[in-house]
T-cell receptor
Framework: KQEVTQIPAALSVPEGENLVLNCSFT??????LQWFRQDPGKGLTSLLL?????REQTSGRLNASLDKSSGRSTLYIAASQPGDSATYLC???????????FGSGTKLNVKP | EAQVTQNPRYLITVTGKKLTVTCSQN?????MSWYRQDPGLGLRQIYY???????DKGDVPEGYKVSRKEKRNFPLILESPSPNQTSLYFC????????????????FGPGTRLLVL
């Protein structure tokens, strides 16, 4: 069974800091990896999706990378802002099983 | 506006009383899925559907049923709810596979918070 781990579980940083969120997985036979943001009491908003053949994706201040051989993905947030405070989740799609597997998330707090 | 809708958003019920949570998407997506989110356990997939009349079990299907009679709708049915099904439920959809990053992106509904007494 695919295990997806996100470390740290919580992170508090001052505004303006660059930061990295980590996602590790046990099965390298992934089809794609997606990063989401979840605000308290709300649904999930897609941030970036990396296909298995890609190494990274960028959107604004966000950059996500994927290294299948080491079973790792990172989400880089540049110049963090208080509005970035949320829980960030990574999710893998495993083609052989047609299923998605989620990490437990990293709760980010950006202090003004 | 492209969206996934769920109803109801909040539901309190009693053990054994059958209920249905509806999910609808207006993006003509093929793949639809139900998840539950519990503290400390994260999001776990309950059921998924690759297309109309094609459904399959996720990781935690016990106690749930689904149907996919139309492409846009994917209701979640709890035939005899129990307190351990108290959770936050999400429906999601995506266009499908092998279509590029946009097509593979999952879109989530706002969630249904269920309390079973």
């Amino acid at each position: 069974k695919q295990e997806v781990t996100q470390i740290p579980a919580a992170l508090s940083v001052p505004e303006g800091e660059n930061l990295v969120l980590n996602c590790s997985f046990t099965d390298s036979a992934i089809y794609n990896l997606q990063w989401f943001r979840q605000d308290p009491g709300k649904g999930l908003t897609s941030l970036l999706l990396i296909q298995s053949s890609q190494r990274e994706q960028t959107s604004g201040r966000l950059n996500a990378s994927l290294d299948k051989s080491s079973g790792r993905s990172t989400l880089y947030i540049a110049a963090s802002q208080p509005g970035d405070s949320a829980t960030y989740l990574c999710a893998l799609f495993i083609y052989n099983f047609n299923k998605f597997y989620f990490g437990s998330g990293t709760k980010l707090n950006v202090k003004p | 506006e492209a969206q996934v809708t769920q109803n109801p958003r909040y539901l309190i019920t009693v053990t054994g009383k059958k209920l249905t949570v509806t999910c609808s998407q207006n993006m003509n997506h093929e793949y639809m899925s139900w998840y539950r989110q519990d503290p400390g356990l994260g999001l776990r997939q309950i059921y998924y559907s690759m297309n109309v009349e094609a459904t399959d079990k996720g990781d935690v299907p016990e106690g749930y049923k689904v149907s996919r009679k139309e492409k846009r709708n994917f209701p979640l049915i709890l035939e005899s709810p129990s307190p351990n099904q108290t959770s936050l439920y999400f429906c999601a959809s995506s266009a499908g596979l092998a279509g590029g990053t946009e097509q593979e992106t999952q879109y989530f509904g706002p969630g249904t918070r269920l309390l079973v007494l």
